[in-house]
């Protein structure tokens, strides 16, 4: 279906001026539609099948973005917060003007992916508790975390709400006075995994997400890093 705007809001919403200064850079040429000095502001055009250029620079009009972070500690996973730094203000200009907001929690001292975009649909679907995406974690935690401990997560165990959690697959990778554990839950309750090692009498001193869904946590995004998702990989996302 084609998608027509104007070319002051298209070139004001990518960031480029207020809507009254995009104006007046457009009267004064400076923005070309398909290779063509554009000075009618008020024009009408489907900005994903028109080459629109500022002052030289691609607009490369998009309505949605969608980010994959490396969350650092410290950070909350909100838009605002009075008296924290949010994940957003991580984020450069160019990604901010997008309003985005992180799809789902992680906690302030909890490390790892964390998508942020402004697509709300998108958002809903993979938060949604009757679509059990996957979450997979990798975790530090104080104790000997023993083999006997896989069949209890795989159980589910009950937390100090009462609430009794899905069956959730644990993986060993050490165990020892603090053990490496892998594991994957597929739902989404507040501070779940270090709620389900309380409910076995452990702490989780590290908490580090690495897979929601097909989104994957790669090495070479450092902790504060993020990148946008390909087209392939919004695709694989939206068809999950
Ligand atoms: N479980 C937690 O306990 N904390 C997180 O940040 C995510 C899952």
Do not use: C, W
Not at 17 to 45: A, C, D
């Amino acid at each position: 279906m084609e998608k027509k705007e104007r070319l002051d809001k298209v070139v004001s919403n990518m960031g480029f001026g207020t809507r009254s200064q995009v104006k007046k850079y457009i009267r004064k040429g400076m923005v070309t539609v398909n290779g063509e000095v554009e000075l009618n502001n008020s024009l009408r055009l489907d900005p994903y099948k028109n080459k629109i250029f500022f002052n030289g620079q691609d607009v490369n009009y998009r309505e949605h973005i969608y980010l994959l972070m490396n969350k650092p500690q410290g950070f909350v996973s909100s838009t605002e917060d009075p008296s924290s730094r949010t994940v957003i203000e991580i984020l450069e200009y160019e990604h901010q003007i997008f309003d985005p907001f992180p799809v789902g929690r992680l906690d302030k001292d909890t490390e790892g992916l964390l998508l942020i975009s402004n697509d709300g649909k998108l958002a809903h679907e993979l938060l949604s508790p009757k679509n059990r995406v996957d979450k997979v974690y990798f975790a530090e935690v104080l104790g000997k975390v023993e083999k006997e401990h896989i069949d209890v997560f795989k159980k589910g165990v009950t937390l100090d709400d009462g609430y009794k959690t899905l069956p959730a697959d644990l993986e060993i990778i050490e165990s020892g006075t603090v053990s490496k554990i892998n594991l994957t839950i597929h739902e989404g309750k507040f501070h779940q995994v270090k709620r389900m090692f309380e409910s076995i009498g452990m702490e989780v001193i590290y908490l580090q997400r690495t897979r929601m869904g097909p989104l994957e946590l790669e090495g070479y995004l450092e902790p504060g890093e993020y990148r946008e998702l390909s087209e392939d990989e919004i695709e694989m996302l939206k068809s999950f």
